[in-house]
Nanobody
Framework: QVHLVESGGGLVQAGGSLRLSCVVS????????MGWYRQAPGNQRELVAA???????NYTDSVKGRFTISRDNAKNTVYLQMSSLKLEDTAVYYC?????????????????WGQGTQVTVSS
């Protein structure tokens, strides 16, 4: 019922910028919070940034001052503006959303993920 689709990834040179987008679609749902995670080969998936419905944000230390997360509640979309990109930012970036949806006449919590979008930073 709830699907997430990321876009905006690609190849960028170190020091450059990239903007990721994630659109949540479905029916009869409401989102509590959204976030961006990333995973590089051989590494665990880590939280990059998160944002609540009212706009409270949280970032991992390695991206503070460089990345900005934002959301458009009306469009059910979350963005990740990435600047001053570094080689170590290379990873697959995943969008996450948690909330609730209507299933069998009752609200049920969900925690959904997108397929991911590849971000590659080159020197």
């Amino acid at each position: 019922q709830v699907h997430l689709v990321e876009s905006g990834g690609g190849l960028v040179q170190a020091g450059g910028s990239l903007r990721l987008s994630c659109v949540v679609s479905g029916s009869s749902f409401t989102i509590y919070a959204m976030g961006w995670y990333r995973q590089a080969p051989g590494n665990q998936r880590e939280l990059v940034a998160a944002i609540s419905r009212v706009g409270t944000t949280n970032y991992t230390d390695s991206v503070k001052g460089r990345f900005t997360i934002s959301r458009d509640n009306a469009k059910n979309t979350v963005y990740l503006q990435m600047s001053s990109l570094k080689l170590e930012d290379t990873a697959v970036y995943y969008c996450n959303a948690n909330g609730r949806y209507l299933r069998h006449w009752k609200w049920t919590d969900f925690d959904s993920w997108g397929q991911g979008t590849q971000v590659t930073v080159s020197s």
